[in-house]
């Protein structure tokens, strides 16, 4: 796959700034590091040039700042927004939701061949990172105290990329490259694994996972299917608001309704899992979720066209009891 | 001075548990560390430094306060405090040390917080110097020395043993306890260890941060800068910067009816989100761009204007490494300060 | 020998217009199903939300049961057609969770079934009373 550079995007970005396409760009800005990128809003093509970056650690989905860019008062002309194939499957399913203006957007779409960990690099050369050269497949890592090191690509993948499950971008005004395909992924084989243990064993794991949870919200803060203007659980009134779990019993609450909340609108783009502070495996749920919809009621995969109707506001008169679904033998 | 073998670490783990709790920095299934309660074969993380920092023991995420019942028209209130048992927690490294002295200034200045301070009384901290700081460390920006950290007690760990040096009355004792496992010894390994730290701190890229810009009296400076904007744009309200903070002490106060009775609680809080100090006309700070500003110039100018001038950053790095976009208080400060330079 | 006098407490959600007048017959039939059941009346079955479960679960039930038209008869055309997507879904969850999944059911009750009605909560009952306390999913504060 060919790969798309800095210098194509701000190439891109300025001739349809210059052209009156669009009057601004949200792009990725470079941090202190090589690896902390932080998301950010150019308005001229000079700030892009000094600080626009594009390489392995712009893993952001940027589909849901468009909701706050599009509403914007006194804001003329479009926004450019640069999607990776997975990204695109978010914008259609805040799309399908009305939750932006369609017409105040232009998106284009980048190839991507998968996104850098930080954390997996970090656990492999250890603390220390001066610079990481991330131009080849090579990735190479400078540390104070080890020298450099080379590391595989595809060693230090985000979870997301690693089983990415669509390299076909289903929304855009314009595409860079060439569009990729749908993939057959192995992404639901970890929920099988969990799904293949004793009811015991799977307690045992997600008590473990979910006890490590220090409710920051940073999982919901980041879900472009979250877009409640307000969370049940910041909602006084809600009778379950609550800012910090007092047991286990919380813990699981929260991460079985934020979950629930965005099953059959949630395109697995794998957001929640990235920035968990804590490395609690989020994208297991909202798998369970993705999975258990396809095979209860047919392969959905939500963003995939704009307008469908999500699984939970659908059904059939022939769908299956709930208590066959928790006793089907081929789960 | 003294010092153990470090193959004997276990020893000296379980002489010290013998008498109080102990907890250590110990991996967890994923490779990051937390503190745990030390039990036989627990082992202690070789991590710089936990995810969650080490306020927790002092100032937990969540506690009750007390209880309410009503009988009719009466109302009984049931202290539930205990009397808290000794606990030491080994490897609190120099940052986490300081922030328990800006925790102090807020807690235990009148009225001072009971619950807090009674922890305080128990607690004995056993510091550990960083043998190899991250890039992502600052704290030496902030008058920290990674290589000395205060505590009751300080060790540094080297390839073969771990020095302990007491530097208060509990530290005396804790060592005193210990005595039968450690030896007497001078102090050159450790000056060396000192000095090797204090050279890598000199390479570490966020040394030079525009500290003399910030501190106190500056409000009227920045409250308005239109910097802010762009700072803020694309926060996501999350509260993981203030949760894995060393130095964030704010909370709510709430209360659970069981049904049977109240308890009353209280847990973290996060100025970041927007039901932080929630009022009936609603939260005071109604953009994210208010909530940003507000919890910056708390780090940078509110606290030292209160607190003579002692900034409310430890340069942990914490959120630098947490903050799922990357924005953090060093961008601030270089975005903010670094204006009059150019 | 010990007698195990442990009594579940189970929540039942009956929807007004099939499962709740089914409850009313059993009772007009007198039909008899255990005390321990509690039936909380909601307009549809559609109504209950996957939160009003888990929470019951905090308050302290040991098994909670969805009882709503038969598929088809909903007042509402089509509100348990929902629910039956809904519940299968979280039921599956919680089952992920590690939770027994014996302590949730659906199960569709018209208004002239008193007989199943009285039927399915002697079973249900049994089934939680089986199980014994519910220890996956409570939230210690509120136990006594």
Known sequence: MQKITRDALIEKAQTLLD???????????KGDFDYDVTPALFTDIESMKKDFVFGDFCGANFSKYLLKETKKIGVEGKVLVFLKSCDTYSFNQLLTEHRFDREKVYAVGIPCDGMVDVNKIKAIVGDGIVSIDDSAEVIKVETLYDGVKELNKADILLERCANCKSRKHVAYDELMGEDGEVI??????????????SADERFAFWQNELSRCIRCNA???????????????????????????????????????????????????????????????????NRKFIKDINSFYGDYQAGETVGSRAPLTNFTKEDLEPSEAVNREDK | MRKISLSNLDGLFAKIAEKSKLYIPVDDNKGFAAFKL????????????????????????????????????NIEIIDIREEKEDFVVFGVRACDVKSFEILDRVFLSEPVDSYYASRREKGV???????????????????????????????????????????TEKGEKLLSQVEGLTE??????????????????????????????????????????????????????????TFVCPTCQCYDVKDFNTG?????????????????????????????????????????????DNNDGLFSCVGCGRCLSKCPISMNIVKVMKTLGGKENV | MQVNEYKPKIVAFCCNWCSYAGADLAGSNRLSYPAEVKVIRVPCSCRVNPMFILRAFQRGADGVILCGCHPGDCHYTSGNYYTRRRMALLFSMLDYLGIEKERTRVEWVSAAEGAKFA??????????????????????????
Request: proline fraction near 4%; charged fraction near 30%.
């Open chain 3, 119 to 144: 039927a399915t909560m002697n079973d249900f009952v049994q089934t939680v009373t089986a199980l014994g306390e519910n220890k996956r999913l409570e939230d210690l504060r509120c136990k006594k």
């Open chain 1, 219 to 285: 999982c919901r803060d980041v879900c472009p299917a979250c877009t409640c203007e307000k969370c049940v659980f910041n909602n006084p009134n809600s009778g379950v608001e609550n800012k910090a779990a007092a047991n286990s019993f919380e813990e699981q609450m929260f991460h079985i309704i934020r979950a629930f909340h965005v099953a059959g609108r949630c395109t697995d783009c794998g957001e929640c899992s990235r920035v968990c502070p804590q490395h609690i495996p989020l994208h297991l749920l």
């Open chain 1, 19 to 29: 052209s009156g396409v669009v009057t601004r760009v949200l792009g990725w800005k």
């Open chain 2, 260 to 304: 049977r009775e109240v308890k009353r609680f209280r847990c973290w809080d996060s100025c970041m989100y927007s039901d932080f100090t929630l009022m009936a006309h609603g939260n005071s700070r109604v953009s994210q761009k208010e909530r940003f500003r507000q919890r910056f110039m708390h780090k940078l100018v509110y606290y030292p």
């Open chain 1, 184 to 197: 057959d992924s192995n992404r639901f084989d970890e929920v099988e694994k969990l799904e293949k243990m």
């Open chain 2, 125 to 167: 901290i056993v510091s550990l110097a960083c043998g190899k700081p991250a890039e992502t460390c600052f704290c030496s920006a902030f008058g920290i020395d990674p290589a000395t950290p205060a505590g009751d007690i300080t060790a540094w760990k080297t390839e073969t043993d771990l020095y302990l040096k007491a530097n």
């Open chain 2, 38 to 73: 030390w039990a036989e074969g627990v082992k202690m993380s070789n991590a710089l430094n936990t995810v969650r920092s080490a306020k927790d023991f002092f100032f937990p995420q969540m506690e009750n306060l007390m209880e309410f019942k009503t009988e009719g028209k």
């Open chain 2, 184 to 241: 007497d010894c001078d102090d050159k390994a450790v000056e060396e260890q000192k000095k090797a730290i204090t050279e890598i701190v000199k390479k570490l890229p966020l040394q030079n941060l525009p500290l003399d810009k910030f501190g106190k009296g500056k409000t009227k400076e920045y409250f308005d800068s239109p910097e802010w904007d762009e700072l803020s744009s694309h926060c996501l309200g999350c509260g993981t910067c």
